[in-house]
């Protein structure tokens, strides 16, 4: 038996009450959902240079969003060690003195150039393995787009082709050709 609530204050605190509860919930749904899509980080062991020109270097988050708390920057050109990957996050660890510890990088401002100093090149892969299909080849000691990772290969744009560079074949300082 539902009994009728006559008291329009009542009623208002009672509407306010359960919007605040439902609010509550969804806040709740949404965060686990976002922790998880950040839980389901891809491993990585490559190691990539920061990019990113702004003055006050590459901001290093708590979580793969901007909506993570800072916790310290890179200048331009510092190698890092990418450890983990989420969309178009990467974690990082073992930067330069400016930054101690581990933490998240928008991954367009980390960049790659290729080896292959003194040969025709090195090739792109259809995926993360020799023995998948070569889909380019790249000029040695070429700048290409870094789009995340796996294992120890780099996931790479280069002039709009898309492909996996192996690690013998990756050059992260941003001011030698790794020869």
Sequence with gaps: MTKKVKNPAL?????????????MLNIAIANQISLAKSTNSQKCNIFAYVTDTDQQGLNVR??????????????????????GAVGNWVEITN???????????????????????????VDLYASTSKQS?????????????????????AQVEYQGVKGWLRRKDQCSAALTSCS
């Design 62 to 83: 708590s979580g793969a969003s901007t909506n993570n708390t800072i916790l310290g920057q890179i200048p331009i050109n510092e190698t890092v060690q990418v450890i």
């Design 133 to 153: 299909q070569k889909v380019r080849r790249i000029p040695a000691n070429t700048i290409v787009k870094l789009l995340g990772c796996q294992g120890d290969w």
């Design 95 to 121: 930067a330069s003195n400016d930054f101690k510890g581990t933490g998240w990088v928008f991954v367009p401002k980390l960049g790659l150039t290729t080896r292959g100093y003194g040969t025709n090149g």
């Design 11 to 23: 009623k208002l605190v009672i509407g306010l009450a359960l919007s605040c509860i439902s609010v």
